[in-house]
């Protein structure tokens, strides 16, 4: 099995899921001021939080057609890419400032990503 060739995929998922994570971010800062059961329903109108769901669906799909190919033992735990995807876009989009502990673990993850993909 080689894990290289699946390699775009598994980036395309973990940016469909960033994607999902920024959008519901954006969508429940954008009405945090509302409280009760009024906020969910400015929650279900709001644009961002309705494209998150759609990009959590994708997601899916790609993660349902790797899952027919990878063993999950595998896969799973190279999800881990997401986070570090994550981390970059609330960086660069959201401008959240991230610690030198928590890059500290941004690059022990990316380390655990290279040796799990060394072994597959």
Do not use: D, R
């Not at 959201?94 to 799990?116: D, F, M, P, Q």
Request: charged share 10%; glycine share 8%; hydrophobic share 55%.
């Amino acid at each position: 099995m080689s894990l290289i060739k699946w390699a775009p995929l598994f980036i395309l998922g973990a940016s469909m899921e960033s994607v999902a994570q920024i959008c519901l971010k954006k969508g429940a800062v954008a009405h945090q001021e509302i409280s009760g059961p009024a906020y969910y329903f400015k929650l279900l109108k709001n644009k961002w939080v309705i494209t998150g769901i759609l990009s959590y669906f994708v997601e899916m799909v790609i993660w349902i057609v790797l899952l027919s190919y990878i063993p999950l033992s595998v896969a799973f735990p190279l999800t881990g890419i997401q986070k570090i995807i994550i981390i970059l876009f609330s960086v660069f989009v959201l401008k959240e400032h991230v610690s030198n502990t928590e890059w500290l673990g941004v690059g022990i993850t990316a380390l655990g990503i290279a040796v799990i993909v060394q072994a597959g």
